[in-house]
């Protein structure tokens, strides 16, 4: 299956929803009206666009296509598809080490059930395929069953796995897997965390620490801080989002789980929003199925286009 297509397959009930909002506000040919730009906007806001976001490509609508404009519902979705596009596109990457540094330390973050081992370990294989020696520290010590689960994902990928006692510090994991990453030549490090819930405020403190003695142990590490975002979590995911960022500054969402249930339109929001880049989306559950974030593919999935097939 192309990227492509998968993308199209996971965005399936959310550009469903949506083309269905536009030729229902467009009715019987008629231009959009007042009546019918609300009920694009509550399409939008049902998609999980945000209110914010959907506000907005609403006013570039009313702009566009409202009135005897030509085109109907071609010229409203090539307008929403272009703006998503601009909007997910035009994110900068935070900055990040040059791919020089070795090794180069990638610290995984979000809250419980997400997908956060899983895509660790797509990750991991990732960069193994690429040639390159991986480490993975199993630094969620809460959970008894998480570093057997990590374990079986870095025998998957080819990867080393540096582990701690089921209770202990977390932070102490991180640092002995970076100080072993540096002894074995190791090119990358990725710092598996506990599942930590955005709201309460002690977890956040022990990421923290976990991101200060990775800083002390080797200067400017770590190099990435990705959250896993679930791509059925819907609005919830934006405050999520904002909270880990002012918490530990973010380079970057991986949008994972996107498969034929999820609504995915979130990330439009966080980029809207908080101009948070999306950078790895996770399309099932082989070590394979994980790509680069493309924003024009993702815009064209979200809301469809003319020539697609996409229904």
């Given at each position: 299956?192309?990227?492509?297509?998968?993308?199209?397959?996971?965005?399936?009930?959310?550009?469903?929803?949506?083309?269905?909002?536009?030729?229902?506000?467009?009715?019987?040919?008629?231009?959009?009206?007042?009546?019918?730009?609300?009920?694009?906007e509550?399409?939008?806001?049902?998609?999980?666009?945000?209110?914010?976001?959907?506000?907005?490509?609403?006013e570039?609508?009313?702009?566009?296509?409202?009135?005897?404009?030509?085109?109907?519902?071609?010229?409203?979705?090539?307008?929403?598809?272009?703006?998503?596009?601009?909007?997910?596109?035009?994110?900068?990457?935070?900055?990040?080490?040059?791919?020089?540094?070795?090794?180069?330390?990638?610290?995984?973050?979000?809250?419980?059930?997400?997908?956060?081992?899983?895509?660790?370990?797509?990750?991991?294989?990732?960069?193994?395929?690429?040639?390159?020696?991986?480490?993975?520290?199993?630094?969620?010590?809460?959970?008894?069953?998480a570093?057997?689960?990590?374990?079986?994902?870095?025998?998957?990928?080819?990867?080393?796995?540096?582990?701690?006692?089921?209770?202990?510090?977390?932070?102490?994991?991180?640092?002995?897997?970076?100080?072993?990453?540096?002894?074995?030549?190791?090119d990358?490090l990725?710092?598996?965390t506990?599942?930590?819930?955005?709201?309460?405020?002690?977890?956040?403190?022990?990421?923290?620490?976990?991101?200060?003695v990775?800083?002390?142990?080797?200067?400017?590490?770590?190099?990435?801080?990705?959250?896993?975002?679930?791509?059925?979590?819907?609005?919830?995911?934006?405050?999520?989002?904002?909270?880990?960022?002012?918490?530990?500054?973010?380079?970057?969402?991986?949008?994972?789980?996107?498969?034929?249930?999820?609504?995915?339109?979130?990330?439009?929001?966080?980029?809207?929003?908080?101009?948070?880049?999306v950078?790895?989306?996770g399309?099932?559950?082989?070590?394979?199925?994980?790509?680069?974030?493309?924003?024009?593919?993702?815009?064209?999935?979200?809301?469809?286009?003319?020539?697609?097939?996409a229904g």
């Amino acid at each position: 299956m192309s990227r492509f297509s998968k993308l199209l397959s996971g965005l399936a009930k959310t550009r469903r929803a949506i083309t269905r909002g536009i030729q229902a506000a467009l009715g019987s040919g008629r231009g959009l009206d007042e009546d019918g730009l609300a009920r694009v906007e509550e399409t939008l806001i049902a998609a999980d666009l945000g209110v914010a976001t959907s506000g907005h490509l609403v006013e570039l609508l009313r702009r566009s296509c409202s009135g005897n404009a030509p085109g109907g519902e071609e010229a409203a979705t090539a307008v929403l598809a272009a703006e998503i596009e601009r909007i997910l596109a035009g994110v900068e990457p935070r900055p990040a080490a040059p791919d020089a540094v070795k090794p180069r330390v990638i610290m995984v973050v979000g809250v419980n059930g997400v997908g956060k081992t899983t895509t660790i370990g797509k990750l991991a294989a990732r960069h193994t395929a690429a040639g390159r020696r991986v480490v993975v520290a199993a630094a969620d010590t809460f959970r008894a069953a998480a570093g057997e689960q990590l374990a079986v994902w870095a025998d998957r990928s080819s990867s080393q796995i540096v582990g701690g006692e089921s209770g202990g510090d977390p932070a102490a994991v991180a640092y002995d897997a970076l100080d072993a990453a540096i002894a074995r030549s190791a090119d990358v490090l990725i710092v598996d965390t506990a599942g930590r819930l955005h709201t309460r405020s002690d977890l956040v403190e022990e990421l923290k620490k976990i991101k200060r003695v990775l800083a002390k142990r080797m200067a400017g590490a770590p190099h990435e801080t990705l959250l896993v975002l679930d791509a059925n979590t819907g609005q919830n995911a934006l405050e999520q989002a904002r909270q880990f960022d002012e918490a530990l500054g973010l380079s970057g969402i991986v949008l994972a789980k996107l498969d034929g249930t999820a609504r995915g339109g979130i990330v439009v929001a966080i980029a809207h929003e908080l101009h948070l880049p999306v950078v790895l989306v996770g399309t099932g559950e082989g070590l394979e199925d994980i790509e680069d974030f493309d924003a024009a593919l993702f815009a064209r999935g979200l809301v469809g286009m003319a020539g697609d097939g996409a229904g």
